[in-house]
């Protein structure tokens, strides 16, 4: 499947100094590919498992950074649920 992004849609968060961007599917929806820092050593099969009822996919941790790909609608209520379980700050 091949991805790519829209740089005219690529915006920073207000609150951090962490990017975004919208990724586009060939044919599909946009979604966003966020970034947060990991406030703990988390296993990637949790991870993903744990983001996969918000629609989460493609999750990977680079250098104590989760990355992955979300619905714009769904973002925030899967940042405060990796809040609760405190993987991220």
């Known amino acids: ?14 609150d951090t100094a962490i990017p975004y961007a ?9 979604s966003m590919k966020v970034q947060y820092p990991l406030k ?7 991870l993903k498992a744990f983001l ?5 996919r493609c999750a990977k941790v680079i250098d104590g950074t ?4 979300i619905k ?3 973002e925030k ?3 405060e649920a990796l809040k ?6």
């Open 1 to 14: 499947m091949k991805r790519r992004i829209l740089p005219e849609l690529m915006v920073p968060l207000i």
């Open 22 to 30: 919208i990724v586009e599917k060939a044919g599909g929806e946009p």
């Open 40 to 46: 703990k050593e988390a296993d990637l099969k949790e």
């Open 52 to 56: 996969k009822p918000f629609g989460g």
């Open 66 to 69: 989760l990355e992955y790909q």
């Open 72 to 74: 714009e609608e769904n």
């Open 77 to 79: 209520a899967a940042y």
């Open 84 to 89: 609760e379980k405190g993987f991220v700050d």
